[in-house]
């Protein structure tokens, strides 16, 4: 089930699987989140925190979208020590839009890659 709120903190939580990296998602209080997505219904701030259980010192470092020109989302911002991604979200545009969480990793220079969570906006009208 998505996270539905305007302003909300999801836990990021990495894993090492089989020397593989595995993402999974939670509130803070430590409720899982299946897939990390958020229905959105009012203007806010969507904040990702990365917990990082690899021993890889990971960071974020972006995000990429696959459609980035649709209005779902409006800024982003990551902290400068690659902890927090904040998605600034004005629910302006009614639909959904799926990205991965960019890291960089201190055993080499690869980029590490999230699986897709989705932000949906659903402005009230």
Known sequence: MPLTQ????????????NGEPVFSYQTTTGAPLANGDVTVTEAGTITYQLVDNTG???KFIGVGFITPFDGIIDAITVSSDGKL?????MD???GSTKFQFVLT???NTLMVLSPD?????????
């Not at 969570?117 to 009208?125: A, G, L």
């Open 85 to 89: 991604i904040q998605m600034l979200d």
């Open 105 to 107: 990793n201190a055993a």
């Open 56 to 58: 890889k010192d990971l």
């Open 6 to 17: 305007a302003a909300s903190l999801i836990q990021v939580v990495v894993n090492l699987e």
């Open 92 to 94: 302006r545009s009614a």
């Open 117 to 125: 969570p989705e932000v949906k906006n659903d402005p009230i009208p």
